[in-house]
């Protein structure tokens, strides 16, 4: 079935939020939450969500998968990619970043 919409009508049309901002906010709401935040199912999967807004140069995105990254990786290669996460959103001036380098490299 067809609807016909009116011929003068004009629909608002809007703009819709781009995707790599939806997972950065359900991956932040994820790591802020109290509860969820401590799984680490929950981490591994904010952390996806990170990983391409982060690649991407968006510096809220590195600065959050370079400190999950330092912080919750067992392995010297993830700490080593998060600490230059770090110093990328660092240099662009991200406060949360140049203070958990400052913890890091002391």
């Not at 959050?64 to 662009?92: S, V």
Request: glycine share 8%.
């Amino acid at each position: 079935m067809k609807f016909r919409t009116p011929s003068g009508s004009s629909t608002p049309k809007t703009s819709p939020v781009p995707p790599k901002r939806i997972s950065m906010r359900v991956a932040e709401w994820l790591l802020d939450s109290p509860r969820l935040g401590e799984s680490t199912n929950v981490k591994h999967i904010a952390g996806r969500l990170l990983k391409q807004p982060a690649r991407e140069g968006i510096v809220e995105a590195q600065s959050r998968l370079g400190q999950l990254m330092c912080r919750e990786c067992g392995n010297a290669r993830d700490r080593r990619i998060g600490q230059d996460l770090l110093r990328q959103a660092a240099r662009a001036g991200d406060l949360r970043a140049q203070q958990e380098l400052g913890l890091i490299e002391d």
